[in-house]
């Protein structure tokens, strides 16, 4: 009760009383995300014209993704098998070497080459 | 070569405007560009916004109830926009209303609008009583825009509400606005994304806009991220604003990053370019030689201590062996004196004592007891300032004298070499243990013939390990190598190091300036991050890239209308002052333009603010009024209506209820 009473004496005097004494009572309420919003939005039946957020979406690349290094974004002709880190030059390969696990892995999560797939 | 310095800026808290009676009595609008990066309020009669703060809330957690105490926990201070004064403190506790760049947290944007019009010093009961003129992404979806109106009529009783488009916005406070222009909006208002926007006779071509899910925002995160794994010693010193301040002052956009990224490959390019940046620091290379020869200090002052502490013991000792010896030479004196048999007898069992005999005997030993006692205490003595003396010698490696420099000269080659056998064995080690972990070099090879015959040996007569050559088969196949980097070695390596650094200061590359090792190295870097918004796939996005993107929307359109939006591309957004950004987009959309055919770039001049100057422009003049929805509309309308102007969205009825009601009849 305490609480409440602090916090109504909080209330900036431009705010509606109504929706302020409303806020107060109802519970929290959650809010769709984006995903959610444009998923519902693109179920509806909008006539064929219509353009939507979720259509000015840009298409894939079509160029191929050159290859740059990991570490220090030059471009990279070579890929150690092991850590699947790239590199430029043996000076590069050297210090990749003495790298421990989770910078490597971070590396590769910078890229978004993660998946075992990919 | 100059060394940059973090500035760090803090945000300094708004003060509140004063609300004058004009302002209440013209209804003046006001302008909100709310962006997803910084939000910017004014008065449409103001010639800049009166505040400007980061769209951005700080809630603190509730601390969590515990058990014993009984009182209510306090609802901690919720800071928002400019009120985080540090905002790395609170950066994990940091919620906007924003998701990419659509407001959905619309208690967030409550609280933000709180923040907003009680700083402009709104003071009027119950109601906001001046329309607002806010700005939305492009194709906001009807359901954001319906919970904004919702929230702006039914909480703070608005006059009126007009949506329009920042990026609009800004191309018309742009001084000569054409009727036809290529829109690039470089997200940082709306900084999860960059927009591509074409302008046709005046006619925002939606149809043709494309979005690039790729802002500022990653751009910001990519470079700290980047740095934290360059430098994982000052992970924590390099913080997400700090990455902003590079972006600001230390990025630019290669021309050519290829042409750019095989400069960097020299090396003395590099010396001569790259970026140095100091991180603060706190001097304690002097107090660490304090603290050596503190330690030092306390080691002696612990020994002396201890000297002394024995030394009384012993003292105790003697003492109490003296006085017992003396009680017991006094009961032999009664005895030779002939005291009488019975009191002779108690006071023998009182010092646990059986007989004369013993008694004898115990005297000799207390005795020779004594003797030793006394000798050690004098050895002690002495000892002490034996103690004293190796003390000072302690420190060995402080420069032997030598008798010309050429001795020294040697003396120091030898030690070298001695380094240089230990780096090398330790070398020869690690890549022998590399190659036994790889399948195909020769000594993995090695590793498994070995292994295989081992196994193939019959079973029953197995004698292997019976002769002691059978341990150099296990060493030859383990993957250390049989030996590891021992301590000894280490300590060794220690001790030539030391005795290098006393004799030749220079030789160990001891950094001369004390924050070096607190130094950022910006080279590549400077052209990486903005490189993300034109090559995505940096951060392993599928995304096209900006002048991909750009090259495909001018694609979608007929030769003639393409020259009219090719002859006009306009940049706004907050990144559109990154130094080098007109060069690169010139280059690459003559790339892929008609030989000789019109390309024209022009970035607007305070990109960041020019949306905002927009929108004020448009709601002083006199459209404006006819564009606002009224609460009367609102209740009539239903919350997502709007009304379509120039600068805004299409409006597109969400053809919700009657459909679905109709879907389901069927």
Same mark, same amino acid.
């Given at each position: ?20 004494? /409303?806020?107060?009572? &109802? ?7 984006? =995903?959610?919003?444009?998923? !519902?939005?693109? $179920?509806? #039946? ?7 957020? /979720?259509?000015?979406? &840009? ?7 050159? =290859?740059?290094?990991?570490? !220090?974004?030059? $471009?990279? #002709? ?41 | ?653 969400s053809p919700t209820s009657i459909a679905v009601e109709g879907d389901l009849c069927v």
């Open positions: 009760m305490n609480t409440e009473i602090q916090t109504l004496g909080q209330k900036p005097v431009f705010k509606s009383t109504s929706w302020f004494l /409303s806020r107060q009572t &109802t519970k929290k309420r959650t809010w769709k995300g984006l =995903k959610q919003i444009v998923s !519902s939005e693109k $179920s509806l #039946p909008w006539s064929e014209n219509v353009v939507h957020y /979720s259509s000015i979406n &840009t298409p894939p690349s079509f160029l191929p993704p050159e =290859k740059l290094s990991d570490l !220090s974004g030059l $471009s990279a #002709p070579y890929t150690d098998p092991q850590t699947r880190l790239r590199f430029a030059n043996k000076e590069e390969y050297t210090t990749m070497i003495d790298l421990p696990m989770d910078i490597t892995a971070g590396y590769l999560a910078l890229r978004g080459a993660t998946s075992i797939v990919g | 070569m100059e060394v940059l310095q973090f500035i760090d800026t803090k945000t300094v808290p708004d003060i509140v405007h004063t609300y004058s009676p004009e302002l209440k009595k013209n209804a003046v609008p006001i302008i909100i560009d709310n962006g997803s990066y910084t939000c910017r309020v004014g008065w449409a009669t103001s010639s800049e916004p009166l505040i400007q703060f980061r769209n951005l809330i700080a809630k603190p957690r509730r601390e969590r109830l515990k058990k014993d105490t009984i009182e209510i926990p306090q609802t901690p201070q919720l800071q928002v926009g400019n009120d985080i004064v540090n905002i790395e403190a609170v950066r994990f506790q940091l919620k906007t209303q924003f998701d990419r760049n659509v407001v959905t947290h619309f208690e967030a944007q409550e609280h933000l609008l709180d923040y907003a019009f009680s700083h402009l010093g709104i003071n009027t009961e119950d109601c906001v009583p001046h329309p607002i003129l806010c700005t939305e992404a492009v194709l906001n979806p009807n359901t954001s825009r319906q919970l904004m109106s919702e929230l702006l009529f039914e909480c703070y009783n608005v006059a009126g509400i007009c949506y329009g488009i920042d990026s609009i916005f800004g191309y018309h406070n742009y001084h000569k606005p054409m009727e036809s222009a290529l829109i690039v909006n470089l997200g940082y208002q709306y900084w999860y994304c960059c927009h591509i926007i074409p302008v046709l006779n005046n006619q925002t071509n939606f149809e043709n806009t494309r979005r690039l899910n790729t802002g500022g925002f990653h751009i910001v995160n990519f470079l700290h991220r980047l740095l934290q794994l360059k430098y994982p010693v000052h992970a924590t010193a390099i913080t997400v604003s700090r990455a902003e301040e590079l972006l600001h002052n230390v990025c630019r956009v290669a021309v050519d990053y290829r042409e750019e990224l095989k400069k960097w490959a020299n090396a003395e390019f590099y010396e001569n370019n790259v970026k140095k940046i100091q991180l603060p620091f706190t001097i304690n290379t002097i107090t660490s030689a304090v603290t050596l020869e503190q330690q030092k200090e306390r080691k002696r002052e612990l020994a002396r201590r201890l000297i002394e502490i024995n030394a009384r013991k012993r003292e105790e000792r003697l003492a109490e062996d003296e006085e017992k010896i003396g009680q017991l030479l006094d009961i032999k004196e009664m005895i030779e004196l002939g005291a009488d048999r019975e009191t002779i007898e108690r006071t023998l069992t009182e010092f646990q004592i059986k007989n004369v005999l013993d008694l004898e005997k115990t005297i000799f030993t207390l005795n020779t007891k004594i003797e030793k006692t006394k000798q050690k205490i004098l050895a002690a003595s002495s000892n002490i300032d034996e103690m004293e003396e190796p003390q000072a010698k302690q420190s060995k490696f402080s420069k032997m004298a030598f008798e010309s420099d050429k001795e020294m000269y040697v003396f120091v080659q030898n030690v070298r070499k001695l380094k240089q056998e230990i780096l090398t064995k330790k070398m020869v080690r690690k890549q022998r243990k590399q190659d036994m972990a790889k399948r195909r070099t020769a000594a993995g090879q090695e590793r498994m013939r070995i292994i295989s015959q081992l196994a193939r040996k019959e079973k029953g007569n197995d004698d292997f390990g019976m002769r002691d050559e059978d341990w150099d088969i296990y060493k030859t196949i383990s993957k250390d190598g049989g030996d590891s980097d021992s301590e000894a070695e280490n300590e060794k390596l220690l001790e030539f190091d030391e005795i290098l650094r006393t004799h030749e200061p220079s030789e160990l590359g001891d950094c001369s300036q004390p924050g070096e090792a607190h130094q950022l190295h910006i080279g590549v870097e400077m052209f990486r991050g903005p490189e993300l918004i034109f090559k995505p796939y940096m951060i392993g996005s599928q995304e096209a890239g900006l002048s991909e993107v750009i090259a495909y929307v001018l694609s979608l359109f007929n030769p003639d209308d393409q020259l009219k939006l090719a002859s006009n591309v306009v940049v706004t957004g907050g990144l559109a002052d990154l130094p080098g950004l007109r060069d690169r987009l010139l280059t690459d959309l003559i790339s892929v333009r008609p030989f000789k055919s019109t390309v024209n770039i022009t970035i607007i001049n305070n990109a960041s603010l020019s949306s905002w100057y927009g929108a004020r422009n448009f709601a002083q003049s006199a459209e404006f009024m006819d564009t606002l929805v009224t609460k009367k509309m609102y209740q009539e309308m239903g919350a997502e209506y709007f009304k379509v102007h120039k600068y805004s969205n299409p409006f597109n009825a």
